[in-house]
């Protein structure tokens, strides 16, 4: 089954400390990719997507995200954590031809002073 | 704007009650979703309509049924809750593009406990 695998449900950085959350597809044919942020009680809002072209996706927030096809994979960074990065993190895909948004598991992050 | 509104955000429902959850866009948008999340395990679909008059089932179907009232609004029914429904929901929508390849919109959410 198509499917999208986020590696770590929970990540713990320092503020000012690099973030990388972990993202990889499994298909053959690359989707269209994207990251969501969902912050406590509310609803998910989209950080990037990367659909074609440039493989280095840059985002809100100083986030960016570069896909990398041999990888199968398409992980998220941010060089310097803020405290208010702190939220839940879903990578998601749209196979080719499908009107279906999968999305993986997600990764909790938590920011510490 | 409003975007995706969502009603109720919350409910608690006893085994074997019905209940509606509403959902409205008001971005004109012609694909509208409903997702479950539950802990560990994402977002996991539900229904979908991809466009007015058409609805078709997710990953995790059994247990509701849904209605496209119209273009903006689409519902998401439990006809007899279950313990195992008791979950976050979450309305999305999608603007039409040749290769759907666009973002989804969310509502807020609607907190359901099902004792």
């Known amino acids: 089954a198509q499917s999208v695998t986020q590696l770590g449900s929970h990540v713990s950085v320092s503020e000012g400390a690099l973030v990388l959350l972990r993202c990889n597809y499994s298909s053959s044919v690359p989707p269209y990719l994207f990251w969501y942020v969902q912050y406590p009680n509310q609803g998910l809002q989209l950080l990037l997507k990367?659909?074609?072209?440039?493989?280095l996706v840059k985002g809100i927030n100083g986030f960016e995200a570069e896909f990398k096809k041999s990888e199968t994979s398409f992980h998220l960074t941010k060089p310097s954590a803020h405290m208010s990065d702190a939220a839940e993190y879903f990578c998601?895909?749209?196979?080719?031809?499908?009107?279906?948004?999968?999305f993986g598991a997600g990764t909790r992050l938590f920011v510490k002073a | 704007n409003a975007g995706v509104t969502q009603t109720p955000k919350f409910q608690v429902l006893k085994t074997g009650q019905s209940m509606t959850l509403q959902c409205a866009q008001d971005m004109n948008h012609n694909s509208m979703y409903w997702y479950r999340q539950d802990p560990g395990m994402g977002l996991r679909l539900i229904y979908y309509?991809?466009?007015?008059?058409?609805?078709d089932k997710g990953e995790v179907p059994n247990g509701y049924n849904v209605s496209r009232l119209n273009k903006r609004e689409f519902s998401l029914r439990l006809e007899s809750a279950a313990p195992s429904q008791t979950s976050v929901y979450f309305c999305?929508?999608?603007?039409?593009?040749?290769?759907?390849?666009?973002?989804?919109?969310f509502g807020e959410g609607s907190r359901l406990t099902v004792l």
């Open positions: 309509s991809a466009s007015e008059g058409t609805t």
């Open positions: 999305a929508s999608r603007p039409r593009d040749y290769a759907n390849t666009g973002e989804l919109f």
């Open positions: 990367y659909t074609t072209g440039a493989t």
């Open positions: 998601a895909v749209i196979y080719t031809g499908g009107f279906k948004t999968i």
